[in-house]
């Protein structure tokens, strides 16, 4: 038959699997291979079973005809043998029979005429009496041939017990199962979808209703508005009211009056810093050498001490041990001789250096100190620097709401066309006095917290102050220090020393290598010379440095009184706030930040809040045309939404409920007739084998009853098989010819035009869009919905582009988007199930089932009953011989076996 609309035999019919009985029995019947065209298939018609049914399946009636006929005849023949047999015992009083040895079934040597009958009994008289005779040739050629048909039968009843498959209403309801879930994953996805929509409505109608009942009317608090920017600019509205309008001259005036208060006040901070910097690129400061100075002076006191003593008392004689221990003191003194040298020179140089400085600070400290004093405290100050302060607090508490509406003011200039120039004006208005405001409050030094910080400082700097005179004082009054100069030059005298005596104390060591290394008395002798004279300029030092001791200890003692008054204090800080001070005035950044501010809220009207309103107006129409458009969005909404929830419907009614309605009602009959058709198949081809059997057995058994009985019930059993191969080959020829005119009967009978264009779509190999079938059949253009979806979500994008939403209301149309997007995704995913490609599979499944799986099935029951009959047949005709030889045979009674004697 032509491959219908396009699509060959194999796509259509799903590629059966190629089993046994499809590729070698049903392939080669006409009732499977040469199905019935379209115009003869009417499975409605009982002309078709009549004509094209039974013209298919008439061999299979000659079978059934065939087993009628040796039943019936066997009944005749046996029926005609009994009347007979009645017949001649009541002719003959005295059973008289032949010689059994002389009957066609048996043979034997004595004389065929020689036979005698004695009390019912069977006598042999030919004198071969006690001999057992054999069956001939021919007889065991029979029970041979009988013995080989009952095991074809035997075979063949097995393999139809084999494909009985007596599960298969439960295959057969799981495919149709698994077909109809498929089908319900593409409602419920499509139902997710109207829902999503549903949800969209009800979204859209809470937004329109915020959107219509909001006002845009400046408040005091940021919850009140439905966009962010009303949000920001009520917020606004307090803050930029209250904001001073000039206050640069009075700024220029304090930063004038302070520019030499403030220098005089950073230079004396430097000057106290540097009494804890580290001087000459050393590591510690001048006052940390004078505190290590008596330890650093004791030390080498100790080591001249040592050296002199011993220099100047060395023995004439000399040893080993002796200039050994010599070696030993002048070793530690050599190593740290040049750092002793540096440390006398620095104790000096600190001495000056501290003295000076200490009058230098005690003169104009406390002066300075007071000025900087009075200005900080003054009137002017203290207004400028409240103001500056409570003015920074508002700043930063409404920064956020300054941030905000600049930030988004910008992006709906940037983005919307139709804003008017008033607004336009005010935006640019306002991101000027933004970027002053951030200059004056924002980051960088603010002049009250330098003011504050510089006063606390101020106060905290008093006991350094105190401990500076307290140390001029006794400078110029206490008599330790009257002779300071001369101490000083007492400390380069003995750094003098230590610079010559340095190369005496080389040589000496020298002299001691010579001797250890050739041991002299010339060389000793040498040694003790060069020692009694060094020994004697160190006795010298030694006690100068002892002398010097006492002299600094008093300088020493007043530097670490003002050492711990400096460390008791954070200097660093504290030059560092004077600092930011001293460059607030110098530079002039803050008058000019002042003066920047001054015509940045110059330029606002009083109230500077009323130049908001130009805003407002134009956000209430903005909010307006968001209204409109969603109030157009939800009517194109709810159309679709409803008709789509019609479809569904239907669909779930028609399809998915009727299929399991019908799964319920007819699903429990169908396995009680399934499990009774197996019973009968089970029953059938057990008695075959049965029968079969016991024929063979009644055969070998020479039981003439029961070998005629046998093949009685036998035949009646090959007319019950046959009977169910001409139902099996009906179920065949009705199989193949469904499965070969399915589609295009289905498309016959179905007279609704979108179910038509639907079928036809399948049927044809997907060929076209689903789109347009969809489209065409359903009246729903996928298309146009999904083109309706991303119009609206544009017109909603458009309309609110440029507005910043106030967060609640940002989030529940950020949400809203999501589920167009989300229920745009739910119709690609239907249509993606509806495609071809994934839809016609599972058809294939339940076409496969009934075309393949349950034809095969059918198909080998056939064969199994055809098989059977065949052997069956042939083993008749063996039966019905061996009953013709056995009826032969004379027996006492007639159900009695035959036994030779």
């Not at 001054?598 to 809040?609: C, E, F, K, N, Q």
């Amino acid at each position: 038959m032509e491959a219908f609309g396009g699509v060959d035999d194999a796509q259509r019919q799903g590629e059966c699997e190629a089993t046994f009985i499809r590729q070698n029995v049903l392939s080669g019947l006409p009732v499977h291979s040469n199905p019935a065209t379209l115009d003869e298939y009417d499975p409605v018609d009982v002309s078709y079973y009549t004509g094209e049914v039974l013209s298919s399946s008439w061999p299979s009636l000659v079978g059934l005809c065939v087993f009628g006929v040796l039943l019936v005849g066997f009944i005749l023949w046996r029926s005609l043998r009994w009347c007979c047999s009645c017949m001649r015992r009541k002719k003959h009083a005295i059973h008289m029979h032949a010689s059994p040895y002389n009957t066609p079934y048996y043979h034997g040597g004595g004389s065929s005429s020689s036979s005698s009958h004695q009390g019912g009994g069977v006598k042999d008289v030919s004198g071969a009496k006690g001999r057992r005779h054999g069956r001939s040739g021919g007889q065991r050629a029979l029970l041979i041939g009988e013995t080989i048909m009952a095991l074809g039968i035997l075979g063949s009843s097995i393999y139809g017990m084999v494909s009985v498959n007596h599960g298969v209403v439960s295959q057969g309801v799981a495919v149709v199962v698994s077909g109809v879930e498929y089908v319900e994953s593409v409602i419920d996805t499509a139902q997710r979808g109207i829902d999503r929509a549903r949800a969209l409505g009800v979204s859209l109608e809470d937004i329109q209703r915020q959107l219509q009942g909001s006002t845009v009317i400046m408040s005091s608090t940021r919850e009140s508005g439905v966009l962010g920017i009303e949000e920001d600019l009520a917020c606004l509205e307090p803050y930029v009211d209250q904001l001073p309008r000039r206050v640069s001259p009075d700024v220029s005036a304090v930063v004038k009056d302070a520019d030499g208060v403030v220098t005089a006040l950073y230079q004396d901070v430097q000057d106290i810093q540097s009494i804890l910097k580290a001087q000459d690129g050393r590591e510690e400061s001048a006052v940390d050498t004078l505190l290590s100075a008596p330890d650093v002076l004791r030390a080498l006191q100790t080591q001249l001490t040592e050296a002199g003593d011993l220099g100047t008392n060395l023995p004439l004689t000399g040893s080993d041990a002796i200039v050994s221990a010599l070696k030993d003191v002048l070793d530690p003194l050599i190593t740290s001789w040049d750092a002793r040298e540096e440390f006398l020179g620095h104790v000096a140089s600190d001495i000056e250096l501290l003295s000076t400085t200490v009058r230098d600070l005690a003169g104009r400290l406390p002066e300075d100190l007071e000025q900087a004093r009075i200005l900080l405290s003054s009137e002017d100050v203290v207004r400028l620097s409240e103001l500056y302060s409570s003015q920074r607090r508002a700043f930063v508490e409404y920064r956020p709401c300054l941030d905000g509406a600049v930030s988004q003011a910008q992006v709906l200039l940037g983005q919307r066309n139709d804003v008017t120039q008033e607004v336009r004006d005010l935006v640019a208005t306002l991101t000027d006095a933004r970027e002053d405001l951030y200059s004056v409050f924002g980051e960088g030094d603010q002049f009250d917290a330098i003011v504050e910080d510089v006063r606390g400082q101020i106060d905290d700097v008093g006991p350094v102050v105190d401990a500076l005179v307290q140390f001029r004082d006794d400078l110029n009054s206490k008599q330790e220090f009257e002779n300071l100069d001369s101490v000083v030059q007492s400390i380069r005298a003995s750094k003098g020393f230590l610079e010559v005596a340095k190369p005496q104390v080389l040589g000496l060591l020298s002299q001691i290598d010579s001797y250890e290394e050739v041991p002299s008395a010339q060389v000793y002798s040498q040694i003790v010379a060069s020692a009694r004279v060094l020994g004697t300029a160190a006795l010298a030092a030694s006690q100068q440095i002892d002398s010097l001791l006492s002299d600094i200890t008093p300088f020493i003692d007043e530097a670490a009184v003002v050492n711990d008054q400096v460390r008791g204090i954070d200097i660093d800080r504290y030059l560092d706030e004077v600092e930011r001070l001293y460059g607030v005035v110098q530079d002039g950044e803050i008058v000019r930040r002042m003066d920047a501010y001054d015509a940045a809220i110059g330029t606002l009207p009083d109230p500077p809040s009323s130049a908001f309103n130009s805003v407002n107006m134009y956000l209430q129409s903005a909010i307006d045309d968001v209204s409109s458009t969603l109030s157009s969005i939800q009517s194109e909404l709810d159309s679709i939404v409803q008709t789509s929830q019609d479809g569904i419907t239907q669909a779930q009614e028609e399809i998915v409920d009727t299929v399991y309605e019908n799964i319920d009602k007819y699903e429990p009959q169908a396995q009680t007739y399934n499990t009774l058709r197996a019973a009968i198949m089970y029953v059938l081809f057990g008695l075959c084998i049965f029968f079969s059997l016991v024929i063979i057995v009644a055969a070998f058994l020479t039981w003439p009853a029961l070998h005629s009985l046998s093949i009685f019930l036998f035949l009646c059993l090959m007319v019950v098989n046959y009977a169910l191969v001409v139902a099996h080959t009906v179920g065949i020829k009705v199989g193949s010819d469904t499965c070969e005119n399915l589609e295009p009967y289905i498309l016959q009978q179905v007279d609704d035009a979108g179910a038509q264009q639907i079928l036809q779509y399948y049927f044809n190999g997907g060929q076209g869009d689903v789109r347009d079938v969809v489209d065409a059949s359903l009246d729903i253009n996928v298309d146009d919905i999904i083109q309706t979806i991303n119009n609206a979500k544009a017109d909603v994008l458009a309309e609110i582009q440029g507005v910043s939403l106030s967060v609640p209301l940002e989030t529940q149309v950020n949400a809203s988007l999501g589920l167009a997007d989300d229920i745009i995704s739910d119709i690609n995913a239907v249509v993606s199930l509806l495609e071809y490609e994934q839809a016609y599979p599972e058809y294939l499944e339940i076409r496969g089932f009934v075309c393949c799986d349950t034809i095969d099935m059918v198909g080998d029951l056939w064969l199994a009953m055809v098989l059977t009959g065949g052997f069956a047949f042939i083993l008749s005709l063996f039966a019905f011989v061996l009953v013709h030889q056995f009826d032969a045979l004379v027996l006492a009674r007639w159900f009695e076996r035959y036994k030779p004697t």
